[in-house]
């Protein structure tokens, strides 16, 4: 990343500002509505979230893809005594986080849609009165998402970060399933763990450096000067230099690796999808998960690259076991939203092996630029492609919960005697998440293990162990769920509606465009991959 | 300007004596005009004050001269930020106690008068002066808490004016010590302060005066008064309890200990037990305050005990933003101050008027059952933004002021930084558990979708299967076993509601569970806005603070920091 901002007066327009705010107005205004008007609140939501998404639009296409550094940036003091900045912009990677946010949360609202019109569905916990909470509290989720993606001072990111988890919270805590308070608490606790460390290791940083920019921070980082600055100005304990600094690493590590999450600190994870409600579960594995990826190519790559190298083979090996395990332990599962939850640590483990992998040190043969280049935009598609693909899946299992009330592997089979469309376009997702050629899974982990065979061999063979499991579990879904003897109870089993296929269809479409023309993603971020690339250079 | 908030608070107080006891409306409006004249007068106040200009004298009149005393008012931007915190906890106050009805007069008399003292000690820059205001405030809470006070409020009141007392004690014979040695001419803070009291004196001096503060503020071991003074107290005194009472034990720690005895901040001779000077055993006794209050605050049976131990487990971090001793960590203190102020008032608020007054309980297990969220959806919902402010969530101040504490910490003493860290996971934890079981645990009881369904099928594994949202039309058809219980367990739910609002028994100052009057919510409004105010925004107050700590007074504070 250049040190550089793009253009020193900005722009005339803070669309930045406007994008957050959008959804934040939106929530005032469906949280001061009666609790029992549903369709209002509703359709206000949608509104306001589609309006979020045109703001998205506009963003993607002023976006100049030929500069990949930070635009459209918007940059105010805020508290000058600790620097502290209202500093805003988006490069590659911001605006395709943020296109993300903008689709996946509607895609969710859409998909509750069934609970939150239906008043006669009495037994689901939305259509007790309190939609517009619910509502409000997806678009305040929303918010803190679109803020964390765009910040570029650390307290100002930091403040979306932790302003998300509130709404998510709630979300599990007020309209889960049955066991949502245990999750809702878990899922809040774990994450304020790797919170705290990460603040308190962000703070020394600021004390040695006097900047939260995240920016600058990642120039001191890239020269080796942070490292040496800690030795300086910190004489904690007589530690040396190395141990000094991975200890600070360490804490913003564990932020992150909660967040994401890396083996072994994903236990929260499984419980906390399973009991979200549907719409909740898709956006938390969608988009939420993505923050803490997104934390890493932000902060972690380019302001500690030199500790990520002093300790990368124990990195590897956690990214592989995040790879393969929780590929083994979705196979090992009997509940369909925990298959798909594990499913998801899976790959979002591809986005770390190949976030580890590029911090590799390398000789400076431009080869090895092309390798890194490829990782990386792999890593950036798959966190796309993934958000897409897990939330639709999510969409799957819930409809399956919501119409007979089981979500377990074994209580189906043979249901696409009955439900052909329902089977059918599912199998795309199912596939997608698979990574079949000619879907989008395909093309980010291709690039993925493109680059990281080159750079670290051994993790990227172990970890093809994943993709072998991963199709193994994928394929017993279909096989369970979909084949063999359809048994009685579910003869009446519904199939897709004319409005679910069109919550549905949208997603889908993408995913095959994708698969096919991944240009249309890849061109806007490859320059801002290579500027990343630049970066890790010593 | 700022003295008017003295005059006015002690005119209010003349008012109210001269009203009829009977005379219920007149001394609770008397109240609310005095408080609201004590806030506008601070908020002018501090709209003239000019940052940038140092110490404002206010009111400077010899008052003994023969030994010295004045009546000696000033400001600076750390008495600035204070007083508008004491005038705008005052008038949250007063419209938490608008259901008083016992003896209201008395009670808004005592109540004014514990305002005006504790404006004067914010003021005073003689030391004397702020001694005798110092000892004005303490007296009316004594009456404050054994009057109007609930559980074991005798003994909470004693309790409390002991402690208070011994602490006093402390910081008298600190005083007059120094007046001694400095030649006895003058208690003027300015003048002391620059004074040449020899290191030895100030090392045992210190600690004295230091302590003798900190207990007012607090600190642990001797915080104990403070959980059973805040839950003895009636609402409103609860909430100027931990909002402002325990503020003038740290601002006297700061304006007072650290100021005169700056030398007393220097590492001693040689280590004592691992503790290089006074600095590093106050530091460690905060963070051992902030853990501590925080785990007790995580076994409290009694909910209103679980926000006075987390008041404990707050003001440490005040201690530890004082011994950082670097600008950050001051202001980070300073403004935790404020921030503590204003949420500790709104969770007092919550759990002794909103909740307390209606359901005469607070053993959280008993509330659990109430389904509370429900019943008083305003009170959860200000609970939640409150305890949302107190684990320290970034947009509202308590966020701003401990981060800067912590910066502060990660300087001076790495290791607490940590260990405040954990203060600060445990934080969250209790807040959670608070909130879980008073407000949101009877929604938990209510039957989900899934159960529900499954209840369904296992009771009926009928052959036609339809969506489940037609299915509670269906379910009329055939009534299993296992769906009655779902049946039975859907209905039990809103008996549980009603029992809620059956329990706050007839006669109780007409109000039913539910209805959250007016003063309340504007009470809890003002408070909410302004912790996420200072949240969103806190140069408000930071542009006070800093300068204050820049200016002449604080230079030697500052300089024992540098080792």
């Not at chain 2, 059973?228 to 007072?256: D, E, F, N, Q, W």
Request: charged share 10%.
């Amino acid at each position: 990343m250049e040190p550089a901002i793009a253009s020193p007066s900005g722009p005339s327009w803070p669309w930045l500002t406007c994008l957050i705010l959008s959804p934040i107005l939106g929530a005032v205004i469906v949280a001061g509505m009666d609790r029992n008007r549903r369709t209002l609140a509703w359709g206000v939501g949608l509104l306001s979230m589609l309006v979020t998404l045109g703001l998205a639009l506009a963003i993607w296409f002023q976006f100049d893809p030929a500069r990949g550094e930070v635009q459209l940036v918007e940059r105010h003091a805020w508290i000058p005594s600790v620097n502290v900045e209202y500093h805003l912009g988006v490069d590659g990677l911001s605006a395709l986080m943020v296109m993300l946010a903008a689709l996946i949360v509607p895609f969710a609202l859409l998909a509750e849609w069934k609970r939150l019109g239906d008043p006669a569905a009495g037994a689901g916990d939305l259509a007790r009165p309190g939609t517009p909470a619910f509502v409000a509290l997806l678009l305040f989720l929303q918010a803190g998402m679109l803020g964390s993606f765009t910040a570029l001072n650390f307290v100002h990111w930091f403040l979306f970060w932790e302003l998300s988890l509130v709404p998510a919270y709630f979300l599990i805590k007020l309209w889960g399933g049955a066991r949502r308070s245990a999750a809702a608490n878990q899922f809040f606790v774990y994450t304020m763990v790797g919170s705290v460390t990460l603040l308190l290791s962000m703070l020394a940083v600021y004390l040695v450096t006097g900047s939260f920019d995240l920016i600058a921070l990642a120039e001191k980082g890239r020269t080796g000067e942070l490292a040496s600055l800690f030795s300086l100005k910190l004489k904690w304990y007589g530690l040396s230099m190395r141990t000094l600094a991975l200890v600070i690493f360490g804490g913003a590590l564990l932020g992150f690796a909660v967040k994401v999450p890396l083996v072994p600190f994903h236990t929260w994870l499984p419980a906390t999808y399973s009991e979200a409600p549907t719409g909740v579960s898709m956006v938390l594995t969608g988009v939420m998960s993505k923050m803490g990826v997104y934390g890493f190519l932000r902060i972690l790559l380019p302001i500690f690259p030199e500790q990520m190298r002093w300790v990368l083979t124990p990195l590897l090996w956690l990214a592989v076991a995040t790879v393969v395990l929780s590929a083994c332990a979705a196979f090992a599962q009997r509940d369909l939203k925990r298959i798909v939850a594990y499913s998801s640590i899976n790959h979002l483990g591809y986005c770390l092996l190949g976030i580890f992998a590029v911090a590799r040190f390398v000789d400076s043969n431009p080869q090895w630029t092309t390798e890194k280049a490829a990782v990386l935009n792999g890593v950036l598609l798959q966190m796309f492609n993934h958000g897409l693909t897990a939330s639709a899946l999510f969409y799957f299992v819930g409809l399956i919960e919501q119409r007979t009330g089981r979500r377990g592997l074994e209580d189906f089979g043979g249901l696409r005697q009955v439900a052909p469309v329902f089977c059918g376009l599912m199998g795309i997702a199912l596939f997608a998440s698979l990574g079949l050629p000619g879907l989008n899974g395909f093309i980010g982990e291709f690039l993925i293990f493109k680059g990281v065979f080159p750079l670290v061999t051994w993790a990227a063979a172990f970890s093809t162990l994943g993709l072998l499991v991963t199709a193994v579990f994928i394929l017993t879904i279909m096989q369970k769920v979909w084949s063999g003897p359809l048994e009685t109870r579910w003869s009446q089993f519904l199939d897709l509606t004319l409005s679910e296929r069109l919550v549905v269809i949208p997603a889908l479409a993408l995913m095959l465009v994708l698969g096919l023309w991944p240009q249309l993603v890849l061109g806007r971020i490859n320059s801002t991959v290579l500027q990343m690339v630049e970066g890790l250079k010593l | 300007m700022f003295a008017w908030t003295i005059y006015l608070s002690f005119s209010g107080v003349a008012c109210l004596m001269a009203l009829k006891p009977e005379d219920v409306r007149s001394a609770r409006l008397v109240a609310m005009v005095t408080s609201v004249g004590g806030l506008l007068v601070a908020l002018v106040g501090a709209g003239q004050f000019n940052p940038g200009a140092g110490l404002t004298t206010v009111a400077k009149v010899p008052w003994v001269s023969a030994l010295g005393l004045e009546y000696h008012l000033a400001v600076d931007g750390i008495s600035v930020t204070l007083v508008v915190l004491t005038g705008l906890a005052a008038v949250a106050g007063v419209l938490f106690s608008w259901n008083i009805e016992f003896q209201t007069k008395r009670f808004f008399a005592f109540y004014l008068a514990l305002i005006g003292g504790v404006y004067g000690v914010f003021l005073s820059f003689d030391l004397f002066l702020l001694f005798v205001f110092y000892e004005l405030a303490i007296v009316p809470k004594y009456f404050l808490i054994a009057g109007w006070g609930t559980t074991r409020r005798e003994y909470g009141a004693m309790k409390l004016a002991l402690y208070s007392f011994v602490g006093s004690a402390m910081i008298l014979a600190g005083l007059l010590a120094a007046y001694v040695v400095a030649g006895a001419t003058t208690f003027n803070l300015v003048e002391l302060a620059k004074f040449p009291f020899p290191r030895g004196f100030q090392m045992w001096a210190f600690p004295l005066v230091f302590t003798g503060f900190a207990v007012l503020a607090g600190l642990w071991p001797f915080h104990s008064w403070a959980p059973t003074g805040h839950v003895a107290a009636p609402t409103a005194a609860s909430m100027l309890l931990a909002g402002v009472i325990m503020k003038l034990g740290a601002y006297g720690c700061l304006r007072v200990a650290m100021t005169l005895f700056p030398l007393g901040l220097h590492d001693w001779a040689s280590p004592v037990l691992g503790f290089a000077s006074w600095r590093d055993v106050f530091g460690v006794l905060a963070v051992i305050g902030i853990v501590y209050g925080a785990m007790v605050a995580l076994v409290q049976r009694d909910f209103k005990f679980v926000i006075g131990y987390s008041s404990v487990s707050h003001m440490g971090f005040v201690i530890l933003g004082l011994m950082t001793l670097s600008v950050i960590g001051l202001s980070g203190a300073v403004l935790q101050m404020f921030s503590h102020g204003v949420i500790a008032g709104l969770l007092f608020a919550v759990v002794g008027r909103m909740v307390y007054d209606r359901t005469h309980t607070r053993v959280l297990d008993e509330l659990e059952l109430l389904g509370l969220n429900r019943a008083l959806p305003f009170a959860a919902g200000t609970f939640v933004v409150a305890g949302l402010a107190s684990m320290g969530m970034p947009g509202f101040s308590g966020f701003v002021a401990e981060f800067q504490v912590l910066i502060g910490a990660w300087k001076a003493f790495p290791t607490l930084a940590v260990l405040a860290g954990v203060g600060v996971l445990v934080g969250v934890a209790y807040t959670l558990r608070a909130m879980q079981k008073a407000f949101f645990s009877a929604s938990d009881l209510a039957p989900t979708s899934a159960e529900l369904a499954g209840a369904e099928l296992a009771g009926a594994p009928a052959p036609a299967l339809e969506p489940v949202g037609t299915m509670g039309a269906m379910g009329s058809g055939h009534v299993g076993p296992s769906h009655s219980v779902a049946a039975a367990r859907a209905g039990e739910w809103p008996e549980r509601a009603a029992l809620g609002t059956g329990s706050s028994g007839p006669g109780h100052s007409g109000h039913g569970l539910g209805d959250i009057s007016i003063p309340e919510r504007l009470g809890a409004t003002l408070l909410i806005a302004l912790t996420l105010l200072i949240g969103v925004y806190p140069r408000l107050l930071l542009d006070w603070i800093e300068p204050a700590l820049h200016s002449p007074l604080m230079e030697q504070v500052l300089k024992a920091g540098d080792r």
